[in-house]
């Protein structure tokens, strides 16, 4: 599975979303699971998949999918 897929994964599984739905162009409070505390099972998948820690402007900065990647990229994540 490649990194992208991963991460994909995690946002499906961290908002509770069926498998293969689209998420690319998913937003923070587009669907009801992305709330604070959807948000943060996201962040504890990420960290833990990815072995980093994220800080804590990144956390709240984080609010698409597309934010996401571009965030895991300066923590050296392939993207």
Not at 29 to 55: C, K, N, Q
Request: proline share 1%; aromatic share 8%.
């Amino acid at each position: 599975m490649s990194t992208l897929d991963t991460i994909r994964t995690l946002f499906r599984q961290s908002f509770d979303l069926e498998d293969g739905a689209d998420v690319d162009d998913l937003a923070y409070r587009a669907i009801p699971g992305w709330d604070s505390v959807g948000h943060m099972r996201l962040i504890a998948a990420l960290e833990t998949e990815f072995d980093l820690m994220l800080e804590t402007d990144d956390v709240l900065d984080m609010s698409s999918f597309a934010k996401a990647r571009e965030i895991l990229g300066k923590y050296g994540v392939a993207v």
